[in-house]
Each structure stands twice: as structure tokens, then as C-alpha cells.
């Protein structure tokens, strides 16, 4: 999963509760994106980043935030969990940045929102 | 606004048969397309990617991809299946008037099954 590891990998919470998500690289890419995934959505971007301290919203922002302290490190943060943000949330970095780059998948994190 | 489609959820194969799962796109601009596949409880891994020249492009796996421009559409191909393709596979697409580092906007996604 070219260097890109998420944690936890399973997480089962509660509705109100914060949830924070983990994505680390190892591959020093400059770009890094939150996705979720939902039966019937194919992949819908939340947040990506272009640089340390540098983000930006995607699509299905609502709810989600995120921080870039570090090259290798992008979270995700869901403020107060809602059962409609049940998903699989998976990470990818980008080489390039170019419009013709690639993206890269970690292996996802499965959430449960009580 | 970019869009993708994949008009079928499931596609059905034998072992050894060709097999297509179709893509059409809309952008705005000159498209960059992609291809990925998803096996179970796995992430996303890259298959192949159109950018500019040739309007067959060879991929992972023995996998290939045809552009086609007055069709909108870029169908994934594979002379001939084997049962370990069978997972989720995924189309994407970027608009090339985009500014980098922007989303890839994805297709639903369609099953695909081989059958032994």
C-alpha cells in the first residue's frame, strides 16, 4: 500500500464522541487526501492537504477537520460523530502534484458510529 | 461539473472469456482518467491511467484501457479473466483545467465476478 499506513484500522464509537484518524507516510509525498466510502458513492473527498499547514475542503467537508504538522502525518478529525459518518475513510498522497499524478490508497479505516 | 459513470454494478464472467467494465466521463476540459481496483477489505490500488497519446493504454495485471474521446468513455479490458480479478474495480477522473492537487472524482464502482 505504497508506505501509507492508517490507524486505527477498525474503530467503533459513539454518537457526540470525537474521533481522530491517523494517516502516515513514508514516502515524503507532498500531497496527502481524505476519501470515504460509501455503498452506491464510489469515493468522496473530505479534506486534502498540499503542504504542512496547507488544506483544503473537498466535497463532503461537514462535520470533518483536519491537521498537517508534518510531511508524513495528515488526521482527521470528526468533531461530535454522527451515525451518518459510519464509512470505511481511506488516506492517499500524490507524487508530483501535477495534474497527471497518481494517488496512492492506504489500506482504510472502518468506522461505527453508535 | 466532472462526473463518471459506470452503468453496470455487477459484471458476470467466465474464466477465460474477455471482459469489459465500462466508464464515461464529463469534464469540462480535456480528461485524465484512471482506473483502479479494490479487493476485499483492501484499499485502492492502481491499475492504469490515460494522460495524452496513445488511446490504448496497458496497465497491472494484463489489464488495458480504451479512450475514447467522441464517446466520453474509457472502458477497462482484459483478453481474457481470471478468477483472481474478481474485486470492486473503480473509475476516476480529473478535469485537466483543474488547478494540481485537487480530487480525482470517482465512479460508483462495479463488481466484478469471474466464474470458474
Known amino acids: 500500500d505504497a508506505g501509507i499506513t492508517q490507524s486505527p484500522r477498525h474503530k467503533v464509537t459513539e454518537t457526540g464522541t470525537p474521533v481522530t484518524l491517523r494517516c502516515h507516510q513514508t514516502?515524503?509525498?507532498?500531497?496527502m487526501y481524505w476519501y470515504r466510502q460509501d455503498p452506491g458513492h464510489g469515493l468522496r473527498l473530505i479534506h486534502y492537504?498540499?503542504?504542512?499547514?496547507?488544506?483544503d475542503k473537498g466535497e463532503v467537508s461537514d462535520g470533518y477537520s483536519v491537521s498537517r504538522s508534518k510531511t508524513e502525518d495528515f488526521l482527521l478529525t470528526l468533531e461530535s460523530a454522527t451515525s451518518s459518518q459510519t464509512s470505511v475513510y481511506f488516506c492517499?498522497?500524490?507524487?508530483?502534484?501535477?495534474?497527471?499524478?497518481?494517488?496512492?490508497f492506504g489500506p482504510g479505516t472502518r468506522l461505527l458510529v453508535l | 461539473a466532472q462526473s463518471v459513470a459506470q452503468p453496470e454494478d455487477q459484471v458476470n464472467v467466465a474464466e477465460g472469456n474477455p471482459l469489459t467494465v465500462k466508464c464515461t466521463y464529463s469534464?469540462?476540459?480535456?480528461?485524465?482518467l484512471f482506473w483502479y481496483v479494490q479487493y476485499p477489505n483492501r484499499g485502492l490500488q492502481f491499475l492504469l491511467k490515460y494522460i495524452t497519446g496513445d488511446n490504448l493504454v496497458k496497465g497491472s495485471y494484463g489489464f488495458e484501457a480504451e479512450f475514447n474521446k467522441s464517446q466520453t468513455s474509457f472502458h477497462l479490458k482484459k483478453p481474457s479473466a481470471l478468477v483472481s480479478d474478481s474485486a470492486l474495480y473503480f473509475c476516476?477522473?480529473?478535469?485537466?483545467?483543474?488547478?494540481?492537487?485537487?480530487?480525482?472524482?470517482f465512479g460508483k464502482g462495479t463488481t466484478l465476478s469471474v466464474s470458474s
Open positions: 514516502e515524503n509525498h507532498r500531497y
Open positions: 476516476a477522473v480529473r478535469d485537466a483545467a483543474n488547478q494540481a492537487g485537487t480530487a480525482l472524482i
Open positions: 469534464v469540462s476540459g480535456n480528461p485524465y
Open positions: 492537504s498540499y503542504g504542512v499547514k496547507d488544506t
Open positions: 492517499a498522497i500524490s507524487d508530483a502534484g501535477g495534474r497527471q499524478e497518481t494517488q496512492y
